[in-house]
T-cell receptor, first 114, second 111 residues
Framework: DTGVSQDPRHKITKRGQNVTFRCDPI?????LYWYRQTLGQGPEFLTYFQNEAQLEKSRLLSDRFSAERPKGSFSTLEIQRTEQGDSAMYLC????????????FGPGTRLLVL | EDQVTQSPEALRLQEGESSSLNCSYTVSGLRGLFWYRQDPGKGPEFLFTLYSAGEEKEKERLKATLTKKESFLHITAPKPEDSATYLCAVQMYSSASKIIFGSGTRLSIRP
């Protein structure tokens, strides 16, 4: 299977701890996106990379959130000092820059902050 | 403000009972409209992309259509395995890097 993969699939942590998620995009895709989804809602955009450059960040992405994409391949999303409100599904998507690209999503990482 | 609204929020159908899901949007400069299917606990699965009014796409029992203000996802003779949440999303020319999702329609098909 050469789709988007995410690790871990589930994460339970205590409030105040730091967590890091990984996303591996489809191999030839140069664009990578992070979204957050809460129960009963559609995914909300967090940030976007083109190759290794982070080109856009949502206002939802507070200072406790940081994302990287070294070498333009996999990406990590770190949340520092987690809060209960951070509990959500974190989704990664990738696309190939063509002008009319479709974003393909991974299975997501479900985070529960106790 | 750019907005995507899906209706109904939930829809329960009998197997074989055809229906339509609606996605209305108010955006400045539509670049593309996407339909995704999402099963519980999984990521969205891509179904269709529509780019211009009048365009239609079909896949098995699903057909998506687009007008200047809304899109419909028609489901013909659905089966229980079609049960899922269907998400609509739009991409604008002003910010081609991100897409804005609606809240989805939860579709349940009874055998």
């Amino acid at each position: 299977d050469t789709g988007v993969s995410q690790d871990p699939r589930h994460k339970i942590t205590k409030r105040g701890q730091n967590v890091t998620f990984r996303c591996d995009p489809i191999s030839e895709h140069n664009r990578l996106y992070w979204y957050r989804q809460t129960l009963g809602q559609g995914p909300e955009f967090l940030t976007y990379f083109q190759n290794e450059a982070q080109l856009e960040k949502s206002r939802l992405l507070s200072d406790r959130f940081s994302a990287e994409r070294p070498k333009g391949s996999f990406s990590t999303l770190e949340i520092q000092r987690t809060e209960q409100g951070d509990s959500a599904m974190y989704l990664c998507a990738s696309s190939l820059e063509t002008g009319k690209e479709t974003q393909y999503f991974g299975p997501g990482t479900r985070l529960l902050v106790l | 403000e750019d907005q995507v609204t899906q209706s109904p929020e939930a829809l329960r159908l009998q197997e074989g009972e055809s229906s339509s899901l609606n996605c209305s949007y108010t955006v400045s400069g539509l670049r593309g409209l996407f339909w995704y299917r999402q099963d519980p606990g999984k990521g969205p699965e891509f179904l269709f992309t529509l780019y211009s009014a009048g365009e239609e796409k079909e896949k098995e029992r699903l057909k998506a259509t687009l007008t200047k203000k809304e899109s419909f996802l028609h489901i013909t003779a659905p089966k229980p395995e079609d049960s899922a949440t269907y998400l609509c999303a739009v991409q604008m020319y002003s910010s081609a890097s991100k897409i804005i999702f609606g809240s989805g329609t939860r579709l349940s098909i009874r055998p």
